[in-house]
C-alpha cells in the first residue's frame, strides 16, 4: 500500500465519480433516443419501436403541446425578469447595508427554500381562494408564484457573488477619481453580471420546469409540464422528448458558449 | 414630509429591499397566514364560496386519523434517498473538488446541464428503464437478485430510485462548495503524519465538509418530502405520499381545509426536524 495503493485509490475516486456522473445522464440518452421513436400503432409507449425522424419534423402535431411550450416560454422570461431584478437589488441592500430587519430580510429569503414546494403551492392557491379570486386563478396567479420562487435562488446567487467580491477595486476606481455611478456601472456591476446572468438562466430552469406549484395555482392555464402530466395520464406523445431534447441543447449551448466567452474574455484582458 | 419617506431617505437600503420584501410579504407571508386559517375553516365551504373560519382543529385529528401512512411513508423514502444521494453525491463531489484538475468547471457545468430537460420528461424516462421488459429487470431475474415475475416499476424501489435521481444534484452542489475550500495540503499533511487515506478522511475531510452536508441534506430532504411526481409516475397506489394526498385533497376532491391541514402539518414535522438535526449538526450559520 504505497505509491501504487495511492494511485489505484485516486484513480478510483475519480471513476467513480464519473460513473455517478453517467448514471445522471441515463435518462437524457433515453429522451434523446424515445424522441426519434416510431410510437404509432405500439401498445407499449414506454419502449423503443422503430427509427423515424417524425418527431422532429412535426414536433408541433400533438394537439396543444405547442401552445404549451409557448407559454411556459412566456411565463419563463417574465418571472425571470421580474425576480432577476427585485432579487439582485435586495441582494445589493443585504450585502453593502447594514440596516434594521437585515436578518429578517435573509430568514425571509431563506424560508421559501426551505419549504416544500407542495406546501408553498397550497398557501398560495389557499390565499388565493379567500382573496376571492378561485375563479380568476391562471397566468397572473402562475407568475405571482413563479416571481416568489424564483426571487430567492437570485437573491442566494447575486449574494454570494457580490460579498466574494474584492471592495478594493471599488475602491480604486473612487480613487481615480471616479465618481460613484461610474464606479458603479464601470466596475461594481461588470463584476456581479456574471452572478446576475446566473442567477436569471436559473430562474428560467425553475420556472420552466415548475409542475407541483403550478398545478395548483393554473385554473385552466397549460403549461408545458402541465400538458406532460395530462398527457402522462393517456400515453406521451414522443414530440415532448423533442422538446426535451432541445431544451437540454439550449441549455448547454447558453453555458458552454458563456464559459468560453468568459475565458476568451480573460484572455483579452490579460493580453492588454 | 412624512415620516415614511424620512425613514426612506435616511436608509437608501430600504428602498432596494423594498419590492422583494413586499413580494415575499404578499406572495409568502399572507399565503401562509390563509393556508394556517383555511386549515381551521369549516370543510361545508367550497373553493368557489370560500370557507368559513371557525377554529375547527378537528381537520387535523382527521388528517392524521386517515392519512398517517402517507405522512409515515414520506418521510421514510425520502430519508433513504437523501441517504443514498448523500453517498453518491459525497463520491462525484470529491471526485470534482480534488481529483478533477483543469476540468473542475466542465465537470460541475455537466453535473447541472442533465437538468434542464423537463423534470417530468426525465422521471417518464425511468419508467421506460425500470420497465418490465427492460434490461436492469432483465439483468437482476438472471442474477437472481429478483424472482422471474418480479417488477421495479410500480414498487416502492422504483419511487426511491426516482427520488434519487431527481434530487442528487441538490446534494452535489453544497457538497462541492465546502470540499472545494478544504486546503489539499491538509490531506498531505494527514498523509504525512503516517495516517492512512481512511483515516485521512474520517479525521480531515469529512468534518471539513460537514456544512456542505448539512446544506446538501437539507436541500435533499425537503424537496424528497413533499414531492408526488415520483410516486405517482413510478408507483403503485400503495406507494403514494404525503404530497399526492395533499394535492388530490385540493384538486380532486376540493376539501381545501382538510388539504390545508395535511400542508401544514407537513411543514411542521419538516421545520421541527430541521431545526433538531442543524443544532445537532452544529452548524447554525445557514442562513
Redesign the interface.
Known amino acids: ?1 504505497t505509491r501504487i495503493g ?1 494511485w489505484i ?3 478510483l ?2 471513476a ?3 460513473l ?2 453517467l ?6 440518452f ?2 434523446a433516443l ?1 424522441s426519434f421513436n416510431d410510437s404509432s400503432g405500439a401498445r ?1 409507449l ?3 419501436q422503430s427509427f423515424t425522424l417524425d418527431n422532429w419534423l412535426n414536433p408541433c402535431a400533438p394537439q396543444g403541446m405547442c401552445e404549451s411550450v409557448r407559454v411556459s416560454i412566456v411565463i419563463g422570461l417574465a418571472a425571470t425578469i421580474a425576480a432577476t ?3 439582485t ?2 441582494a ?3 450585502v ?4 434594521e430587519g ?1 436578518s429578517t ?16 403551492g ?6 388565493f ?2 382573496a ?1 379570486l ?2 380568476q386563478l391562471g397566468f397572473w396567479t402562475i407568475l ?2 413563479h ?2 420562487f424564483c ?1 430567492s435562488f437570485v ?1 442566494i446567487t447575486v449574494r454570494s457573488r457580490l460579498s466574494g467580491l474584492d471592495s478594493n477595486l471599488e475602491k480604486a476606481a473612487m480613487d481615480l477619481f471616479a465618481n460613484e455611478s461610474q464606479t458603479f456601472w464601470r466596475v461594481t456591476f461588470p463584476l456581479v453580471f456574471p452572478g446576475i446572468l446566473g442567477a436569471a438562466l436559473l430562474s428560467f ?1 425553475l420556472s ?2 415548475d ?2 406549484i403550478t ?2 395555482n393554473s385554473g385552466q392555464t397549460v403549461t ?2 402541465m400538458f ?2 395530462g398527457a ?1 395520464q393517456r400515453g ?1 406523445p414522443m414530440q ?2 423533442v ?3 432541445l ?2 441543447i ?3 449551448a447558453i ?2 458558449g458563456g ?1 468560453l466567452f468568459a475565458r476568451r474574455r480573460a484572455k483579452v484582458l490579460a493580453a492588454r | 414630509m412624512g415620516a415614511l419617506q424620512r425613514v426612506l431617505l435616511k436608509h437608501p437600503a430600504y428602498f432596494l429591499i423594498a419590492p422583494a420584501a413586499l413580494w415575499l410579504l404578499v406572495f409568502f407571508l399572507f399565503p401562509f397566514v390563509s393556508l394556517l386559517s383555511t386549515s381551521l375553516s369549516d370543510p361545508s365551504g367550497s373553493p368557489i364560496t370560500g370557507y368559513e373560519m371557525t377554529f375547527r382543529f378537528q381537520n387535523y385529528a382527521d388528517v392524521l386519523a386517515d392519512y398517517w401512512p402517507y405522512m409515515v411513508r414520506s418521510l421514510v423514502y425520502a430519508s433513504i434517498a437523501t441517504l443514498f444521494c448523500l453517498i453518491l453525491g459525497y463520491v462525484l463531489a470529491y471526485a470534482i473538488a480534488f481529483k478533477a484538475g483543469r476540468y473542475k468547471t466542465i465537470l460541475l457545468v455537466l453535473v447541472v446541464a442533465p437538468f434542464f430537460t423537463s423534470f417530468l420528461v426525465r422521471t417518464l424516462s425511468w419508467k421506460l428503464i425500470l420497465g418490465d421488459d427492460g434490461w436492469v429487470v432483465g439483468t437482476l431475474q438472471a442474477l437472481h437478485f429478483l424472482p422471474p415475475d418480479g417488477r421495479l416499476l410500480a414498487t416502492p424501489v422504483a419511487v426511491v430510485a426516482g427520488l434519487i435521481y431527481n434530487f442528487l444534484p441538490f446534494m452535489i452542489l453544497p457538497l462541492y462548495a465546502s470540499l472545494e475550500k478544504i486546503d489539499p495540503r491538509l490531506h498531505e499533511a494527514s498523509l504525512d503524519l503516517y495516517a492512512n487515506p481512511i483515516r485521512t478522511f474520517f479525521k480531515v475531510t469529512w468534518p471539513l465538509s460537514l456544512p456542505g452536508v448539512v446544506g446538501g441534506v437539507l436541500l435533499t430532504f425537503i424537496p424528497a418530502a413533499g414531492d408526488f411526481i415520483n410516486a405517482s409516475l413510478l408507483g403503485n397506489p400503495n406507494t403514494q405520499m404525503v404530497g399526492n394526498k395533499i394535492q388530490q385533497l385540493f384538486t380532486t376532491a376540493g376539501d381545501y381545509p382538510h388539504a390545508a391541514a395535511l400542508s401544514v402539518i407537513l411543514m411542521a414535522i419538516i421545520v421541527v426536524m430541521v431545526l433538531f438535526y442543524v443544532r445537532r449538526a452544529g452548524t447554525e450559520d445557514l442562513v
Not at chain 1, 107 to 115: G, S, V
Not at chain 1, 122 to 127: H, V
Request: hydrophobic fraction near 65%.
Open positions: 500500500m495511492r485509490g485516486s484513480h475516486v475519480l467513480l465519480g464519473l455517478v456522473l448514471y445522471m445522464y441515463i435518462p437524457n433515453i429522451v424515445m407499449n414506454y419502449a423503443f431584478i427585485l432579487g437589488l435586495a445589493f441592500a443585504l453593502r447595508h447594514r440596516f437585515r430580510m435573509n430568514l425571509m429569503i431563506f424560508l421559501p427554500m426551505a419549504t416544500p414546494e407542495i406546501v408553498l397550497s398557501s398560495l392557491l389557499a390565499m381562494v379567500a376571492g378561485g375563479g405571482a408564484a416571481i416568489l426571487l437573491v430552469s420552466f420546469d409542475f407541483i398545478n395548483l408545458f409540464p406532460v402530466w402522462a406521451v415532448v422528448n422538446i426535451g431534447t431544451m437540454f439550449f441549455a448547454l453555458v458552454v464559459e
